[in-house]
């Protein structure tokens, strides 16, 4: 009769990180602990380091916002001055299609009047 055939081991292996720790085969189950650990100092330079990276992040895309906001000022300058040049250009345009334009003009004086004037009827 075997006796270890049905043995069954009731060590239990605890350790902080990690409390379900499997036995396998090949596997090497001793934990070693650095005995250093850090300071306080050390703690709040990590700290500092993570918030200005963070705060650099934050003013590089303020910045970016700032440079669209002054590229769509300028642009909305340019459509006023387009808008006041389209403004002009209509005043212009009326006056060179005045009447009194055209009937003072060479081509409107070298016209005749007609003698009849005639309807078609049907």
């Known amino acids: 009769m075997n006796i270890n055939a049905n043995f069954v081991t ?3 292996v605890t350790y902080p990180e990690s409390s379900t720790l499997v036995w396998r085969k090949n596997r090497n189950h001793a934990r070693t602990f650095s005995g250093k650990n850090l ?5 709040t330079m990590i ?15 303020a910045g970016r916002i700032a ?4 590229e ?14 389209k403004d002009d250009m209509a005043v212009e345009n009326a006056r ?4 009194s334009q055209i009937e003072n003009s060479a ?6 009047k007609p003698t009849e004037v005639g309807f078609v009827s049907e």
Request: proline content about 0%; overall charge negative; glycine content about 4%.
């Open 72 to 85: 769509a000022e300028r642009m909305d300058q340019r459509i006023e001055e387009l808008s006041a040049l």
């Open 67 to 70: 440079s669209y906001d002054y």
């Open 107 to 112: 081509t409107a004086k070298e016209m005749v």
């Open 10 to 12: 009731r060590r239990s």
């Open 39 to 43: 300071g306080i100092l050390s703690h």
């Open 47 to 61: 700290a500092l380091a993570v918030v200005m990276a963070f705060g650099l992040i934050y003013l590089t895309q």
């Open 96 to 99: 060179v299609t005045a009447i």
